[in-house]
């Protein structure tokens, strides 16, 4: 079983900064992808960015600039620097774990919220 465990968020003002951070335990594919997602009211679940085991990310045009992701592959650990936060960026965030290597998982965080005021 897999558990991650989020922290960080909280509200912050427009132009402001915050820092998530997620912990992964348990059975884990030594090749994976962490990242995180977020949701806002009424909007589907998207990516925000992604890290693979050999350093790769990816990044959604909105964020670009502005975020920054990294992760500890020894400790299992990803974290989320977000500056120069926008009202826009409010939403749930959620960290996720994956890999296809046989048998593939997927694995998702509780969730943490992140407000940005105008």
């Known amino acids: 079983q897999v558990q991650l465990v989020e922290s960080g968020g909280g509200m912050v003002q427009a132009g402001g900064s915050l820092r998530l951070a997620c912990g992964a335990s348990?059975?884990?594919?030594?090749?994976?992808?962490m990242g995180w997602y977020r949701q806002a009211p009424g909007k589907q679940r998207e990516l925000v960015a992604s890290?693979?085991?050999?350093?790769?990310?990816n990044y959604a045009d909105s964020v670009k600039g502005r975020f920054t992701i990294g992760r500890d592959n020894a400790k299992n650990t990803v974290n989320l620097q977000m500056n120069s936060l926008k009202p826009e960026d409010t939403a749930v965030y959620y960290c996720?774990?994956?890999?296809?290597?046989?048998?593939?998982?997927?694995?998702w965080g509780q969730g943490t919220q992140v407000t940005v005021s105008s």
């Open positions: 890290m693979t085991t050999a350093g790769y990310t």
């Open positions: 996720n774990l994956r890999w296809v290597i046989y048998p593939p998982g997927n694995y």
């Open positions: 348990g059975s884990i594919s030594s090749l994976n992808t």
